[in-house]
């Protein structure tokens, strides 16, 4: 069995900081892309930052300059550093990986989900 949990949600004032923590956990051979995505009310999940096990990242063009991800292969987590947040950054922020767990099996995992909200 495998999981993910996502941690370090919470309520910021805008041009404030968060830092999520996301960790897989379980039966686990290899894990490939690690990513965080966002859903905000009403709005279609999106992605918000992706970094490859050889440490290729990608941003959303809406978080650039502002938000980093970074990984711990050995400890199997995924962190993303959001600075200068606004308030169109709220949403639930979900973090995805894509876990071989052995030779016959691989797929993506989600986390439940961690509450990001900015607001004065």
């Known amino acids: 069995q495998v999981q993910v949990v996502e941690s370090g949600g919470g309520l910021v004032q805008p041009g404030g900081s968060l830092r999520l923590s996301c960790t897989a956990s379980?039966?686990?051979?290899?894990?490939?892309?690690m990513g965080w995505y966002r859903q905000a009310p009403g709005k279609q999940r999106e992605l918000v930052a992706a970094?490859?096990?050889?440490?290729?990242?990608n941003y959303a063009e809406s978080v650039k300059g502002r938000f980093t991800i970074s990984r711990d292969n050995a400890k199997k987590m995924v962190y993303l550093q959001m600075n200068s947040l606004k308030p169109e950054d709220t949403a639930v922020y979900y973090c995805?990986?894509?876990?071989?767990?052995?030779?016959?099996?691989?797929?993506?995992?989600w986390g439940q989900g961690t509450q990001v909200t900015v607001s004065s």
């Open positions: 970094a490859t096990s050889d440490g290729f990242t």
């Open positions: 379980g039966s686990i051979f290899r894990i490939y892309d």
């Open positions: 995805k990986a894509d876990i071989q767990r052995d030779i016959a099996w691989r797929a993506d995992y």
